[in-house]
């Protein structure tokens, strides 16, 4: 047994949730609390009819989503996950789409922390609440550095607080060591990949021109994991391809690095993987 079970154990006793706000497209505000007096929010919304599997999902960048009382996202709703909720609900899903902590609001973010225990730890709280909510596998979905805190929290937690699966868009398999900030260095490999032993999905764009994100070093991921299920999928095409974008400014949500103008792909990728886990 991993030595943070005993801690995630208190935390889940303390989980308390927001009153319900109206039933939009957004979803209802959801808040638990984790660690230190610290509270970790997600926007949390209902499959149409049955649901087939509950998404948790981590956007990029910082991962601040500065959710309002509407469970709406004021920051990165361009990124590929947040603009996609109501599409992921409309396919059977229901959502989970989560906040940085309040102790990672602001300046950087999640920044380093995506690959701590102790954020594993904030994100199996949230797997853990809504397990209660819906009675539904429940499959952790990244995109960018959102793919960091996915697999750390895949390698990490068990049990209930554990992911059923990993879904990976667009990974961060290349770092900068040395620069000003060092969790820049920060990719999946950092995390014990070969702990990860559920389901596993990598989506990346072959015309992704994000400097972090080389859609050839994601082939890396799965013979490094050990997962019951892998699969990697290379997107080609899109609306978005041969930009001219290059480096830092590439890795937004409009562009190949985001499947700019691909939200139905995305949608059916992980459709088509949630069914083949589910039936084996």
Request: hydrophobic content about 45%; charged content about 20%.
């Amino acid at each position: 047994m991993k030595p943070a079970l005993t801690f995630l154990a208190f935390v889940v006793t303390a989980i308390a949730a927001l009153p319900a706000t109206a039933d939009d497209a957004c979803g209802q505000l959801i808040t638990v609390d984790i660690r230190d007096g610290e509270t970790q929010a997600y926007s949390f919304g209902h499959a149409e009819g049955e649901p087939i599997a509950t998404l948790v999902l981590l956007a990029g960048g910082g991962g601040a989503l500065d959710l309002d009382a509407g469970g709406c996202a004021r920051k990165l709703k361009g990124n590929t996950l947040t603009r996609n909720v109501a599409a992921f609900r409309k396919a059977g899903f229901t959502t989970a789409l989560v906040d940085a902590p309040t102790d990672h609001r602001s300046g950087d973010g999640l920044g380093g922390f995506r690959a701590s225990v102790d954020h594993a730890g904030d994100l199996g709280a949230v797997i853990a609440d809504v397990r209660g909510r819906a009675s539904a596998p429940v499959y952790i979905v990244g995109s960018s550095r959102g793919t960091i805190s996915a697999v750390n929290a895949a390698a990490f937690l068990t049990g209930l607080f554990a992911p059923d699966g990993v879904i990976l868009f667009s990974p961060i398999t290349s770092g900068f060591i040395g620069g000003r900030k060092a969790w820049v260095a920060q990719t999946v490999f950092d995390v014990r990949l070969e702990d990860i032993h559920k389901p596993i999905l990598v989506v990346a764009h072959e015309s992704d021109a994000c400097i972090r994100t080389p859609s050839e070093r994601a082939r890396d991921i799965l013979p490094r994991a050990d997962g019951d299920l892998e699969k990697i999928v290379m997107v080609t095409g899109g609306p978005a391809t041969d930009t001219g974008v290059t480096g830092v400014k590439a890795c937004q949500g409009k562009y190949p690095h985001g499947f700019g103008g691909q939200d139905e792909l995305v949608v059916r990728l992980i459709s088509e993987f949630v069914g083949a886990a589910g039936a084996q």
